[in-house]
């Protein structure tokens, strides 16, 4: 009898306990996918720059972000490397040091109190650089944000290219259509990482625009950084493109001006460049576009006769065609060099004031 009823006790509490654990279950996914999720974007962030933040960090007692950092009287520093990469911490001064802080481990750095200029000897104040290992020393360096803007709304590359607004509703669009949108959450799937986004940061400009001039680095070869930093990076500007589709879509004015800004949000500048002229042999210059087509194309195409009589019939409705898909409206379906644009990635509206932009373009 005591037997039946201990076995029923230590039943229904296994019972309840497996009940518990299952109605809580989805909440600790839940919790964990998003503590996840935080911790790679911010780790994207530091890896996206710009700079500065990797490179000089002030010392003061109370530590410094993002590496946690103590100096005593005495001039030790027991430095935590949190930056998820091997870096070299560098003291300068009349006695310079270095140290090499694999990541995740922590060191201390002895030096003199009167030899590093730069740190006082009690230690409350000073500058301390920290270089981060191969990857951010590398001619290349990460810091995207010297090319995109530190907040990733776009900018000029060193050689004066136009690197693209990553908020833009173009690149949200491929990464949706690519399988980028955040996981369900519910069902505690990992964020999506293999997506458009991560194919443009691993194998760099080729997959942007089939430049293999591009100045948009193969981060995954090149560049150096590990799968996991460019995961993190995803995950960033993943974040970016779901904000995007959230907001509203504004219809776009049938403007020049309006125009001139889809053909940089579009990405048409990344080959037929900022001033229009294009690379020769590669990219055509549409400089008179607004007058005739191009005819003399890098790669010849089935359908020239079909394209000029289009142009002449009606240019506004060529361009349309052009655009939306060259390969398959002017080449029997092979690749002429262009990538298409559906709807999906260049909107009615958009594509409007982008023609009558182009249209304007006449020598
Ligand atoms: C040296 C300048 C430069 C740096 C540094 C750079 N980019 Fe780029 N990025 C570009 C250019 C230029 C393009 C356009 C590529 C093209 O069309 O050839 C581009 C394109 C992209 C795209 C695709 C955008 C789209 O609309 O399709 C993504 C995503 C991107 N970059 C992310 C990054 C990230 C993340 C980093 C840092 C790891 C980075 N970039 C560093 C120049 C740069
Ligand atoms: C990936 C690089 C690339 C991008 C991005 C790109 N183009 Fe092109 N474009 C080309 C190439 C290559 C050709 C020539 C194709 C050929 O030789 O068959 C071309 C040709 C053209 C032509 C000439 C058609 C003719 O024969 O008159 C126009 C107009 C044009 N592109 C407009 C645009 C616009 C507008 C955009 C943005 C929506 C854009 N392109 C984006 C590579 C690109």
Redesign the pocket.
């Known amino acids: 009898m005591r037997f039946k009823a201990i076995a029923i006790f230590l039943m229904s509490g296994m019972a309840l306990f497996t009940a518990f654990y299952w109605m809580t279950d989805g909440a600790r996914r839940e919790s964990e996918f998003r503590a996840q999720q935080t911790e790679l974007i911010e780790l994207g962030t530091l890896y996206f720059g710009p700079d500065e933040i990797i490179h000089t960090v002030t010392v003061s007692s109370a530590g410094f972000e993002p590496a946690v950092i103590e100096i005593e009287i005495n001039a030790s520093i027991n430095f935590t490397n949190t930056l998820g990469a091997d870096i070299t911490l560098r003291g300068t001064g009349s006695h310079p040091f270095e140290a090499e802080v694999k990541a995740g481990k922590q060191a201390k750095t002895r030096f003199q109190s009167d030899g590093v200029t730069s740190v006082t000897a009690d230690g409350v104040a000073g500058t301390l650089e920290v270089t981060s290992g191969p990857e951010f020393l590398s001619p290349l360096g990460a810091n995207c944000a010297r090319c995109h803007g530190a907040d990733g709304t776009g900018g000029v590359t060193p050689l004066g290219n136009q690197a693209p607004n990553l908020h833009s509703r173009a690149l949200a669009n491929k990464w949706k259509d690519t399988g980028g949108e955040v996981a369900n959450i519910d069902d505690g799937a990992p964020p999506v990482l293999n997506n458009y986004v991560n194919w443009a940061i691993r194998y760099g400009g080729i997959v942007v625009?089939?430049?293999a001039k591009s100045e948009m680095p193969a981060w995954g070869a090149e560049g150096g950084l590990t799968l996991n930093q460019i995961d993190a990076l995803t995950a960033l500007v993943g974040t970016w493109a779901n904000e995007t589709l959230q907001q509203p879509v504004e219809g776009i004015p049938d403007t020049v001006e309006a125009g001139k800004q889809v053909?940089v949000d579009?990405?048409?500048v990344?080959?037929?460049q900022a001033d229009y002229s294009g690379v020769a042999g590669?990219?055509?210059s549409?400089l008179n576009?607004g007058n005739e087509?191009?005819?003399d194309?890098?790669?010849p195409?089935s359908g020239l006769d079909k394209?000029q009589a289009d142009y002449a019939a009606n240019s506004r409705t060529f361009?349309e065609m052009?655009?939306r898909d060259?390969a398959t409206n002017y080449?029997g379906g092979t690749a002429?060099?262009?990538?298409p644009?559906p709807e999906g990635s260049?909107s009615a509206d958009a594509l409007k004031a982008?023609i009558t932009f182009?249209l304007s373009l006449k020598q």
């Open positions: 625009s089939g430049n053909y579009a990405g048409c990344n080959c037929h590669t990219f055509p549409l576009i087509p191009v005819i194309l890098p790669n195409i394209l361009l052009w655009i060259s080449n002429t060099g262009m990538l644009y260049l982008l182009l």
